[in-house]
Structure formats: C-alpha cells, structure tokens
C-alpha cells in the first residue's frame, strides 16, 4: 500500500496571534495542525510555549481563522460557465442584451461555437419586453446563443439553437425567445455538448472561485436535465485519490455529489446508482418537483401576483415522488427534490405521508431525505418537515436579492412574499437547515450569505450570526451524512478544514436585541464572528483543507 499524497506531504503548523473560532475555547487565540488534523487550540502564551523548529509557525496578525464554509447546493459546470462566459446581470433592456449578444459574438471562447451567457433579470429592465429569437440570431451573426436566465430555470435562444434542438412543439416552447420546462431542458442540453476537458476547465474555474472564497466543500447537484452523466463523473472525480485531489500540487474543496434522478422503486434506485459509475450521497438535489419564482414555474396555491391565471409547474406527481422517497428509504440512501412554492411543497409532503404508510415513517426519516429550497412554507408545513426530519438545503441571498418590498418576490407574490425562506420558523421547529448559493443563481460569497440570514427583509425571520455561521459550515457537513462527525469544527481530532479571513471587527450579532442578550456578554464565552455591517465582506487570505492549502491571498507568512 502506498502512502497518500497528504500523509507523503504532512507537516506540523502553528498558527497564532489572532482569533480562533472554537468551540473548544472561546477565547483562542492559536491552533495546531498535525498533518491534516488539528491537534490543538489554546491561548497565545501555550502557544509560545509549544513553538518549535520543527514546525512551521504562521502569524494570523490578527485575522480570524474559522471552519470552512460548505455551500449546500451547488452546480460546477455552470457556476464555471457563468463566471467565464457572457455574464448579463447588469444589462436593463432588450437592446442592452442584443449589444452584448453582438459584441461577444466574435469571442473564441464561447463553446462549440454558442454563444452562452447567464444572468438576464427582466424584472429589473426598464421595459421587460424580451427580444425575439430572431433579434437574437442577427445579434450573434448566426451563431447560436444560449441565455440562462439568473434563476437558470429558463432562458432565451436564438432561432439556430431552437431548430438544432428541434424546440417546436416541445412544452415551454412559445412564440417568443423565452424557453421554460421541457423546451428549455432540451436547448441546454443541446448549447451543454461539451467534451470532458471541457467540463473539466469550468468546474476547476468554479473550484478555484470557491477556494478563493473560504470554501472547503461543495453539494454538487446533478441531474439529467442539467447535465450529462460525464458532468457528474468529471464532478465526482475531483475527489480521487486519497484525501480528495487528483492532482496533489493543486488541491480543491471537496465534492459532495448527488445526482437528481426519479427512481420507480427500490430495485431501480440501486440500478440508477450502480449504473453511474462513480459514488454519489443519494438521489436528491434538482430532482425538480417545481421550478422558479422568476421564470413563474414554481408551483402555487394561489395564481402569480403579475399573471393571474398561471400558477406554474409540477413535474412530479405525489404517487412518483413518494415512490422514489420509499425506494430510497429502503436502501437507506438520501432522495429529495427542488421544490420552491406552496403547492409544490404541499406535493412532497404528501409523498412523505405516502412514502411513511408504504415503508415505515422510521425509514423515511433514518434515511435523512433533504429538500431544496422550500422557499414558499408555512407553519403546518414546517411542522410536517420536522416530524419526517428533513433537512432543508436553503439559499438566503435569495431574499437579499429578490425579498425586498418593491422587487421580484412582490412583483410575483404580492405579500405573500412574506411568507418566504422562513429560515427562524424552520430552526425554532427543529426542521435540519443548511444553506449554500445555488451558483450560478447567486455567487460564491458566503459572508454576504450569512449576513442575508442576519438581515432577513421580514424581521420575523432572521437569526444570528450564529445560527447562520453554523447553517453554512458544520450543517452543511451533517445534511450530506458525513463520514466524520466532527467535520465543521475545530476542535482536537477534527478534521483540519479553515479559513483565515481578514476582518475589520469581531462580536457577537444577534437578530433581536430582545433576545439571546447573554450571549453578547463576554462571560458566556460565545464565540465572535466578523461585524457583518460595516458594508464590506471579510477577506480570505488562506483555504486549507485536511491540512492542504488551497488558497492563499499571499498576504500570510511564516
């Protein structure tokens, strides 16, 4: 047997002179990695004490070093796809979108010859009108274009892309350039033909976004209707070798992989996952019940504020879904699925029930089943959540974009919009929460993610920074069943999994002023997060996971 590359590279390191987050001493100020470990946190003056030649010793000056961050749900190849491709968030009409179609055009880099481009939100143009397929096609010379919507549950194509993908016909296909449903999964499968190093350059693009931002792990989630199998596999492969690098020199946050696949029963669940060819946690993630607020396929109680009559999509039926959470059950694997509004939620639900009658309510929830998003729940909801224990994969910067009083939730919802990313209502009924991004929705930065929690448009529910920290680092760990149960913290003999953050303020931030004052005390010894209102984010100046750097800003020396 030979040795792996982190045990052939382990070393010993002292960091010290900053802050510690730490349960195991509040007031840390020094930790100890041994290899990819940590082997001990404690005060400046033990630190002096331990120092020696034989390891490397790092002033933090100050900085904050904390557990990485784990984003819940994420997809590789199209985070790298938007970070590199035409990038239409800023764009504030019709015109603006065709002028940037054109100008990139003649790019090389847009793949197999499309133009691919992410981002348009024409809740926020001047005139929403959308260009036509064949405006598009002029724009881009007769290229084909591919245009996700920011939400990706939609998009506009050129009038090439929609005959090469054979779009006419299809559900979602219209007279316009907008394609939602069945239409807009066979064009993004058509403008997604790419060769595996191909898909490769994206995702270590999106790795690399992530490391640079505190990242150590990421829930990719794959589907069908998103991506290939090779996505997955390319995905997946990241973690090769042991530890989870393929190539030692270049390490990357590990990959937490789940593939969106409906299973008919127990038999045909185990010939989805043996036929991958690579391991996945469960078939959960965009197993799509419903689709978006923005696009107007989540699936609602009620009619959409600004289309009356539309009530959106359900793709699954209760008697389907609750097959594939019975077959999963019995396998003891996760199943779940996206589900953004009401109806479509009270769909899932139902199938739970469905699923408990068939195969045993402790089945159903020992397997430790997770939804995504559950934007639109109200309080029997939660309440059904919590007694099957699932764990709900949530995206708070979704309301910081999206929840204000006058943007795309009102404009869809009205006030139900209140009703939305019921993040206290959940943790105060006991219902698992772990948050992420959804990249390319909303981009890699976890703070602003944090303080989205901290900041909530509907005061009602928001929660601590706390709360919100340990939504986005260790919750994220325990939604994917990890194997270490001590992932996500940083104490002796857990995993040496951190970032080391420069910050302007440390304290303790709480929701409500009347509420969990103590804990602002110095004397109960809680451990203090950056200030997340000084209208800056903290800075990573370091990734390291399982004692392997994966970013440094430079900023850090021994």
């Known amino acids: 047997m030979t040795d792996s590359p982190a045990a ?31 082997a001990w946190v404690g005060s400046e003056q033990a630190a002096t004490s331990i120092a020696d030649s034989s390891m490397e010793v790092i002033d933090l000056q100050g900085a904050l070093l904390a557990p ?39 790019s ?28 598009i096609e002029r724009a881009a010379g007769g290229r084909k274009v591919y245009l996700a919507r920011v939400d990706a549950h939609s998009a506009l194509v050129s009038s090439s892309l929609a005959a090469s993908a054979g779009l006419e016909g299809l559900d979602g296909f219209a007279a316009d350039s907008q394609v939602k449903r069945g239409a807009h999964t066979a064009a993004r499968q058509v403008a997604r033909q790419l060769p595996a190093d191909t898909l490769r350059g994206y995702q270590r693009r999106a790795l690399a976004e992530a490391a640079a931002n505190g990242y150590v792990a990421l829930a990719e989630m794959a589907a069908p209707h998103i991506g290939t199998v090779e996505d997955l596999r390319v995905a997946a492969g990241w973690n090769r070798a042991s530890g989870a690098v393929v190539d030692a020199a ?24 043996d036929g991958l060819g690579v391991p996945v946690l469960g078939l959960a993630g965009d197993l799509n019940i419903d689709g978006s607020i923005g696009s107007r396929t989540a699936s609602l109680r009620a009619d959409y504020a ?123 009924a006991g219902v698992p929460i772990c948050f992420g991004s959804d990249t390319p929705v909303t981009p890699l930065r976890p703070w602003s993610s944090v303080r989205a929690c901290l900041e909530h448009t509907n ?21 994917a069943r990890y194997r270490n149960p001590m992932a996500g913290q940083l104490v002796p003999g857990a995993p040496a999994s951190f970032a080391v953050w420069e910050v302007e303020e440390l304290m303790v931030q709480v929701a409500d002023g009347r509420v969990q004052s103590w804990s602002t005390d110095p004397r109960a010894r809680t451990p203090l997060l950056p200030a997340l209102d000084t209208g800056t984010d903290p800075v990573c100046l370091q990734t390291v996971r399982d004692g392997q750097e994966l970013y440094a800003s430079g900023a850090l020396g021994a």
């Open 306 to 428: 600004d289309a009356p009559g539309e009530r959106g999509s359900q793709y699954l039926s209760v008697a389907e879904a609750a097959a594939h959470l019975a077959a999963c059950s019995l396998l003891g694997v996760q199943a779940g699925f996206h589900v953004i509004g009401d109806a479509g939620l009270d769909a899932a639900l139902d199938a739970l029930d469905l699923a408990a009658a068939e195969v045993g309510e402790q089945r159903v929830r020992a397997a430790g089943h997770r939804f995504e998003h559950v934007e639109l729940a109200d309080p029997a909801a939660i309440t059904r959540l919590a007694r099957y224990s699932v764990t709900v994969s949530a995206q708070p910067v979704f309301d910081a974009l999206w929840g204000g009083g006058d943007s795309l939730y009102q404009q869809r919802l009205g006030d139900r919009r209140l009703g939305m990313n019921a993040f206290a209502s959940l943790y105060a």
């Open 250 to 273: 270049h390490p990357v946050p590990e990959i937490l992989p789940y593939w969106g696949e409906l299973a008919t029963s127990e038999d045909h669940a185990r010939s989805i996952l």
């Open 8 to 38: 052939a590279a382990r070393k010993v390191t002292l960091y010290r002179n900053g802050s510690v987050y730490t349960a195991a001493d509040p007031s840390a100020t020094a930790m100890l990695v041994d290899g990819d470990t940590v």
């Open 108 to 135: 090389a880099s847009s793949a197999g010859g499309t133009v691919l481009g992410h981002g348009w939100d024409e809740t926020t143009w001047t005139n929403p009108a959308l260009p036509s397929r064949e405006e």
């Open 68 to 106: 990485g961050f784990v984003d819940s749900h994420v997809h590789l190849t199209e985070a790298g796809i938007a970070l590199d491709s035409l990038q239409l968030a800023g764009v504030r009409s019709a015109a603006e979108l065709l002028d940037a179609v054109s100008a990139s055009s003649a």
């Open 459 to 479: 005061p009602a529910e928001r929660i601590s920074a706390r709360a919100a920290f340990l939504g986005h680092t260790r919750a994220g760990w325990r939604a």
